[in-house]
């Protein structure tokens, strides 16, 4: 069956970078977009940016611009998602998503915390 | 940017009634590119319904979704103990993809 799972949880200190992967199994890797959304605690979801497995390209939103990479490895069919000079709100609970259509998502990963602390 | 309003916040109904869920976007929403999600604590999101009133593949048919442009419903009848989640709605027709904040629903 279709299948995402992510790396486990982290603990970056302000400033740092993380980089949080998403194994993907159970279907072609590079006939699906895979879209990363966080979760900051007891909050709702916010969408940061996809990948097309196939060619690699990506598109962010702007507030992400910058700080926000994601790349993906074929050899492994796993995504990566590299956030650098980690704030205090940025943590949050990461998922990465599989596109089945037009930007609808299923299944979703299980998601990873990111906590940035002091 | 889309913006999408949810409502009720919070929703507290008991087993075997119906629940309706709202959202509202900003501006149209092309397409009915519209997604719904249900969230159990401690769980990914899972997906309900796509293109406004598709279901997905699993989802009981207590699970329906309608609407068009900025208005669109999700409709859960008969509803049962394990519906209690967060529901979120999506629109993907227009970048950045935006969710609306939830509706929580609460089972009597």
């Known amino acids: 069956q279709v299948q995402l799972v992510q790396s486990g949880a982290e603990v970056k200190k302000p400033g740092a970078s993380v980089k949080v992967s998403c194994k993907t199994s159970?279907?072609?890797?590079?006939?699906?977009?895979i879209h990363w959304v966080r979760q900051a605690p007891g909050q709702g979801l916010e969408w940061m940016g996809w990948?097309?497995?196939?060619?690699?390209?990506?598109n962010f939103a702007q507030k992400f611009q910058g700080r926000f990479t994601v790349t993906r490895d074929t050899s492994t069919t796993t995504v990566y998602m590299e956030l650098t000079r980690l704030r205090s709100d940025d943590t949050a609970v990461y998922y990465c998503?599989?596109?089945?259509?037009?930007?609808?998502?299923?299944?979703w990963g299980q998601g990873t915390l990111v906590i940035v602390s002091s | 940017e889309i913006e999408l309003t949810q409502s009720p916040g919070t929703l507290s109904l008991s087993p075997g009634e119906r629940a309706t869920l709202s959202c509202r976007a900003s501006?149209?929403?092309?397409?009915?590119?519209l997604a719904w999600y249900q969230q159990k604590p401690g769980q990914a999101p899972r997906l309900l319904i796509y293109?406004?009133?598709s279901r997905a593949t699993g989802i009981p048919d207590r699970f329906s979704g309608i609407g068009s442009g900025t208005d669109f419903t999700l409709t859960i009848s008969r509803l049962e103990p394990e519906d209690c989640a967060v529901y979120y709605c999506?629109?993907?027709?227009?970048?950045?993809?935006?969710f609306g904040q939830g509706t929580k629903l609460e089972i009597k």
């Open positions: 999506q629109q993907y027709g227009t970048l950045p993809y935006t």
């Open positions: 159970g279907y072609t890797f590079s006939g699906y977009y």
């Open positions: 990948i097309n497995p196939n060619s690699g390209g990506t």
């Open positions: 293109g406004a009133s």
């Open positions: 998503a599989r596109d089945i259509g037009w930007g609808w998502f299923d299944p």
């Open positions: 501006q149209s929403v092309s397409s009915s590119h």
